[in-house]
Every structure is written in C-alpha cells, then in structure tokens.
C-alpha cells in the first residue's frame, strides 16, 4: 500500500510551495517476487522479496 500526502502554502496570488511526502510500501509489509522457474535445485522457491519502505519527501514551486 502507497501512500501520498501533501500541504500547500499559499506565497502570493501567483506563487504557490507545496510540502509532499511519498511513501512507497507504507506499512513495510513483505512482497515476494514469483517463484524461479528454471529446472535445478531452486525450482518453485520463493528467493527474493521486493524492496522494504521507501520514503520520498518534496518541495515543489508552483507559479
């Protein structure tokens, strides 16, 4: 689960600064990648997961 938040700051009647927060897997919850499906010892076993939270955080200039 993604989530986004964002504030906006109101400068002038042209001008506009935006605060934002992205946060990509949110809840760090685990997310496998599909199994591997070549011939050998490793068939059908889950070997790696995706990557944990990851948080982003921005300030934007609107005008």
Same mark, same amino acid.
Not at 18 to 27: C, E, G, L, T, V
Not at 41 to 48: L, V
């Given at each position: 689960? #993604?989530? %986004?938040?964002?504030? #906006?700051?109101?400068?002038?009647? &042209?001008?506009? $600064?935006?605060? &934002? !927060? #992205?946060?990509? =897997?949110?809840? =760090?919850?685990?997310? $496998? =990648?599909?199994?591997?499906? !070549?011939?050998?010892?490793?068939?059908?076993?889950?070997? %790696?997961?995706?990557?944990? &939270? =990851?948080?982003?955080?921005?300030?934007?200039? /609107? /005008?």
């Amino acid at each position: 689960m #993604d989530l %986004s938040l964002h504030k #906006d700051f109101p400068l002038t009647e &042209r001008f506009k $600064l935006q605060f &934002r !927060s #992205d946060f990509i =897997n949110a809840f =760090n919850h685990v997310q $496998l =990648n599909a199994p591997e499906m !070549s011939l050998g010892g490793k068939m059908g076993q889950i070997t %790696s997961a995706q990557p944990p &939270r =990851n948080i982003q955080l921005a300030l934007k200039l /609107y /005008y």
